[in-house]
């Protein structure tokens, strides 16, 4: 097992003591992390989440990378913050993501000197190693290769809720370089394992399990990455009396709107609709099933005489509408969301804590609750 060579006799019996298949406080895995310990990593504590093999990627030795292969099943990743893949020269994968558009592949990539097959575990820790040095670049990387890199967003968790992030994440709270081997974990039967069956397997080979809803949480106590820039009174037709705050990103630069109606507070739930603004839908009403969604949330809002709408301008950045705000009306019901986490963090400055969602399409917020939110329910508008 994976512990026999990586964990001391001493500190096994410890964990035991303390329940080894709980989810862990984020400041043992940052220590897990820093001791090149390979721990689980999934969205929270819900039967249903997946889960995926982490280790620091300059603690990711050939024994390491071993023991994903043989317990994770899956595609070994490693995830990089963007200035290091743009050191590396690398190149999305695909500049069209028609697959999982939540997520960034670049080229896959092989060590150029030190390599045989490039397959073996030994090998494939000596790309990872090569790809995170600092003092490499383009010269020392070829395409393609055996290791998949995997780009994480700007501002982690705080604006995605996802694996990736959380990997670098961790890496980088634990002091050390922002990256992480990766591996999502599958069962015995080939299909993607949950959290039962993570929790079988952390006691079997004495792993820890870390949550993103509890990274997201952490990072909250000390990091913001939207700021109030601004606001003042609207008198609409629809509800009369609003307020209009603005607020900037601090990652991008780029700003939003959030029009307030009525007192917000945590004693209630709070009717909440975020708007992907659309000329065509917005203005000019072209005929769609988004046209009026605007209006009839603002007249949803003024019945129940309090909430927020959060408005994102499409046409001011590709990047805001992805980071500020759930896709479009268009997505499929029931999707799981991780790009959400500016928007979270403007409800949670405005007061907002327990939700209901004004949507045409049902929607799950990944891992939320680290924000200090809840969806308590989903409304139509239409």
């Not at 073996?120 to 090569?130: H, P, Q």
């Not at 790809?131 to 070829?142: E, H, K, L, S």
């Not at 630069?253 to 009525?262: D, I, Q, R, S």
């Not at 004693?267 to 005929?287: G, N, W």
Request: contains cysteine; hydrophobic residues 40%; glycine residues 8%.
């Amino acid at each position: 097992m994976y512990i026999e060579f990586c964990r001391t006799q001493a500190d096994i019996a410890q964990t035991r003591v303390l329940g080894r298949t709980a989810i862990t406080p984020v400041e043992d895995i940052l220590g897990e992390a820093r001791a090149g310990h390979i721990f689980i990593l999934v969205d929270d504590d819900n039967p249903a989440s997946t889960g995926d093999l982490v280790v620091a990627a300059q603690m990711a030795t050939p024994v390491a990378v071993n023991f994903m292969a043989a317990h994770g099943r899956g595609l070994i990743c490693l995830a990089l913050q963007q200035d290091r893949v743009d050191a590396l020269g690398l190149d999305l994968m695909h500049a069209r993501n028609r697959s999982r558009p939540d997520e960034s592949y670049a080229t896959s990539i092989e060590a150029r000197e030190g390599v045989s097959t490039g397959i073996s575990a030994e090998d494939r820790a000596r790309t990872i190693s090569v790809a995170i040095d600092a003092a490499r670049g383009t010269d020392d990387i070829v395409t393609p290769g055996h290791v998949f890199p995997v780009v994480a967003s700007p501002g982690g968790v705080l604006m995605r809720a996802g694996q990736v992030e959380a990997a670098v994440d961790i890496a980088r709270l634990a002091g050390l370089n922002p990256s992480a081997a990766i591996c999502k974990i599958m069962n015995a039967a080939g299909d993607v394992a949950r959290l039962p069956e993570l929790r079988e397997l952390a006691a079997e080979h004495d792993l820890k399990i870390c949550s993103v809803r509890d990274l997201i949480a952490y990072r909250r106590m000390n990091d913001r990455m939207i700021e109030r820039i601004g606001e003042r009174p609207v008198k609409s037709r629809f509800g009369g009396e609003w307020r209009a705050v603005a607020y900037r990103n601090k990652i991008n630069g780029e700003e939003t709107l959030a029009m307030v109606l009525g007192e917000i507070g945590p004693d209630r739930p709070t009717l909440v609709r975020m708007h992907l603004l659309s000329i065509f839908h917005d203005v000019f009403a072209e005929d769609t099933s988004r046209t009026g969604l605007l209006e009839a949330s603002m007249r949803h809002i003024s019945e129940e005489g309090s909430g927020v709408i959060v408005l994102i301008n499409r046409f001011v950045s590709d990047y805001v509408s992805r980071t500020l705000v759930p896709a479009g009306e268009s997505l499929k019901g029931g999707q799981e969301l991780r790009d959400y986490g500016g928007g979270a963090q403007i409800l949670s400055d405005l007061g907002v804590q327990q939700m209901v969602l004004l949507t045409d399409t049902p929607k799950s917020l990944v891992a939320l609750e680290g924000h200090g939110l809840s969806i308590v329910e989903q409304r139509n508008i239409s």
